[in-house]
């Protein structure tokens, strides 16, 4: 049994709190928050076995407690994920890892230096239907890709210490991430607007990667709800609509066929539309957030690294911040 402590019960540590203690093979020891109205909160769901406290060294000095789980703004990440390591705590932080590629660069080499496992909760790579569409990638059915669209757009939550795109897109960044394994962007441009906060609450990132385009648009106002994704190969296509309630990915034999020869007349020359089947295949749906939550377990038990660890983060934040300083600019 892996005991684990979470610091912040706001507005998403319910939710990890809900998959920790739902884990049977995980104790939820301890649940913090600096706002008494929250502990009081979860205490009404988790008193029969979980401890709680306004004070977060409650947790860092506890000899029983195996790792923590940080669920606060993301200003305070580096702070707490710091402390964690130094009390000789594996990591669960939730995206962005930290505010500053500085900041996880540090975090990383203080892990690697105490063996200690930090896993990011980029959710989306645990996603059952990212991890169908990894599978479609790495055995070739949608052959080479050439674009991958990514819209993720609300109407709130605005947030002040980070800007839509540091919010939403990281989400994107990740699958990105995970589908190619690892593929960085040589060239990026981004341009995004401060409506309403000192950060940008509307963002669109454009990214040329060895091979393939990307287009990510991310906003807290917009008046539609969008989760959507779009992978462009050249043999097939695909659409996953996290929104659906069913039917979440569509794959498409659609693309396009090169004609060439001596013999085509000009009209028929360039390319030739081909229409085939529109598949939706089954997919056994599983929570996310509790995935990332076992990964995380499993790597702590097993001695592995995550397939969300530092690693993958740092290269998300990179990608951030060449992105600010072209906003900035």
């Known amino acids: 049994m892996l005991n684990i402590g979470l610091i912040g019960y706001g507005y998403w540590g319910p939710n990890v709190a809900r998959n920790l203690h739902v884990n049977s093979k995980i104790c939820l ?18 008193i029969a076995q979980t401890n ?15 790792a923590v789980a940080i669920a606060v703004e993301t200003s305070a990440h580096y702070y707490l994920v710091k402390q964690a390591l130094l009390a000789g705590k ?13 900041e996880a660069e540090e975090l990383h080499d203080l892990a690697t230096k105490l063996n200690l496992k930090i896993h990011v909760d980029h959710i989306m790579v645990h996603h059952p239907v990212i991890k169908k569409i990894a599978d479609l990638v790495n055995s070739g059915e949608l052959g080479d ?32 991430d995970f589908l190619t394994g690892g593929k960085e962007p ?29 287009h990510i648009q991310s906003s807290w106002i ?56 529109i598949l939706v295949p089954f997919i056994k749906m599983s929570d996310a957030l509790f995935n990332s939550i076992d990964h995380f377990r499993e790597c702590i038990e097993k001695n592995t690294q995550s397939i969300t660890g530092t690693d993958q983060a740092i290269r998300i934040q990179k990608i951030l911040e060449r992105a600010d300083q072209g906003m900035n600019q």
């Open 29 to 46: 020891k301890w649940i913090c928050d600096n706002k008494y109205e929250r502990i009081e909160k979860a205490k009404s769901t988790y």
């Open 52 to 66: 709680y406290t306004q004070d977060h060294h409650m947790l860092m000095n506890d000899p029983e407690l195996d």
């Open 90 to 102: 594996h990591v669960y932080v939730e995206k962005p890892f930290t505010s500053t590629v500085k």
């Open 145 to 176: 890709i050439l674009y991958i669209d990514a819209m993720r757009m609300n109407l709130g939550q605005i947030k002040k210490d980070v800007s839509a795109m540091w919010d939403l897109a990281v989400h994107d960044l990740a699958i990105i």
């Open 186 to 214: 040589y060239f990026l441009s981004a341009l995004g607007e401060k409506y309403y906060n000192p950060k940008e609450s509307l963002c669109f990132l454009t990214m040329r990667y060895p091979g393939f385009i990307s």
């Open 222 to 277: 917009s008046p539609l709800k969008e989760r959507k994704l779009i992978v462009a190969g050249t043999r097939k296509m695909l659409v996953f609509d996290d929104i659906k309630p069913s039917e979440k990915l569509v794959v498409y034999d659609k693309g396009v066929n090169i004609i060439a020869g001596d013999s085509v007349e000009y009209e028929d020359y360039a390319v030739k539309i081909r229409e085939g089947d």
